[in-house]
């Protein structure tokens, strides 16, 4: 089993930054890909950014340029860097953890963008 939590979500204004951090424990060794997913009210949920054991990083086309995925292993951590913000990234972020046996799920953290 593996347990995430989010945390870093908060109300800015258009243009600003935020920085989102994912905890994991448990058996966070076995984690493959961590990423980062959203779901703005009356949407699906979409992916943000995912990263790789070895670093290798996918960004949504409507956040390249602007965010910015790290992975610490050794702290079993994930950073989603968040610039320039826009009120269409309004939305629940919540961070997904990859195993060979399957994914898991953290409880969302809240990010509002006023204009």
């Known amino acids: 089993q593996v347990q995430l939590v989010e945390s870093g979500g908060d109300l800015v204004q258009a243009g600003g930054s935020l920085t989102l951090a994912c905890a994991a424990s448990?058996?966070?060794?076995?984690?493959?890909?961590m990423g980062w997913y959203r779901q703005a009210p009356g949407k699906q949920r979409e992916l943000v950014a995912m990263?790789?054991?070895?670093?290798?990083?996918t960004y949504a086309d409507s956040v390249k340029g602007r965010f910015a995925i790290s992975r610490d292993n050794a702290k079993n951590t994930v950073v989603l860097q968040m610039n320039s913000l826009k009120p269409e990234d309004t939305a629940v972020y919540y961070c997904k953890a990859i195993t060979i046996q399957r994914a898991y799920w953290g409880r969302g953290t809240q990010v509002t963008v006023s204009s």
């Open positions: 448990g058996s966070s060794f076995n984690i493959n890909v």
């Open positions: 990263i790789t054991r070895d670093s290798t990083t």
